[in-house]
């Protein structure tokens, strides 16, 4: 007699983020190890089926993956408690499905896109320390914090005292974003690296 495999089933709590446009839909799956910040429905057809199907929706304005959770992005005009419970049931029911997250390639495609982007600098000995412990300190300090957001940062450059950094998820747009920046990572990475001068941020 075959043995039924019972699956656990998916189990969704949505979080609120300091962004009011964006919530976070937490999963018991892991849905990607890593982040996949889509905020346009063409990058989303080239690489996520899951984000392709939640931009079926005409309020979704963005999607984010980290990890075991998906952060939505909505469009203004619409208010969540109109639209949360059916975004949860489209998560829970492509999950349970199986459907495919993210394609194979993701990961390596956005490097490569990246290093196009912030590839141009060229850093010296010494900028090259510098550079070494602003990433320490961001991936140590910064990115947990901005995780549980439902968010993410990245280092882009460092140019005489300037760190830029990328904003993804519900970091993107938030209102909240820029006196994180400016008050947390730029006082924090100041005192630390008396290198630096400011922080920017260009949205991801």
């Known amino acids: 007699m ?7 089933p998916v189990l969704i709590y949505t979080e609120q983020t300091p962004n009011p446009e ?4 937490v999963t018991n799956r892991m849905l ?9 429905e063409d990058v989303a057809k080239e690489w996520s089926p899951m984000a392709t199907m939640l931009f079926g929706s005409p309020y979704v304005k ?19 408690e109109d639209i949360m ?7 829970k029911k492509y999950i349970d499905n199986d459907g495919e997250i993210i394609k194979d390639g993701f990961a390596e495609a956005m490097e490569k896109l990246q290093e196009e982007k912030g590839g141009g600098i060229e850093y ?16 140590t300090y910064v990115k947990p914090a901005v995780e549980m957001d439902g968010g993410n940062i990245e280092f882009k450059s460092f140019d005489k005292g300037q760190v830029t950094v990328i ?7 938030c209102p909240s974003s820029t ?7 730029e006082g924090m990475l100041k005192r630390m690296v008396p290198e630096v001068t400011e922080v920017v941020a260009e949205m991801g």
């Not at 419970?85 to 998560?91: P, Q």
């Not at 010296?124 to 991936?139: A, P, Y």
């Not at 904003?167 to 747009?173: N, T, V």
């Not at 006196?179 to 990572?185: D, N, P, S, V």
């Open 22 to 25: 964006t919530l976070k839909f």
């Open 32 to 40: 990607y190890k890593g982040t996949a910040d889509f905020k346009t």
């Open 167 to 173: 904003l993804q998820g519900a970091c993107s747009g």
């Open 179 to 185: 006196q994180t920046l400016k008050g947390g990572i």
């Open 85 to 91: 419970l059916r975004l949860k049931e489209d998560i």
């Open 62 to 80: 963005g999607v984010y993956f980290c990890n075991n959770y998906v952060t939505v992005t909505k469009e203004f005009n619409f208010a969540w």
């Open 2 to 8: 075959e043995k039924q495999v019972v699956k656990n």
């Open 124 to 139: 010296s000995e010494d900028e090259l320390e510098i550079v070494k412990k602003i990433k320490e300190l961001i991936d």
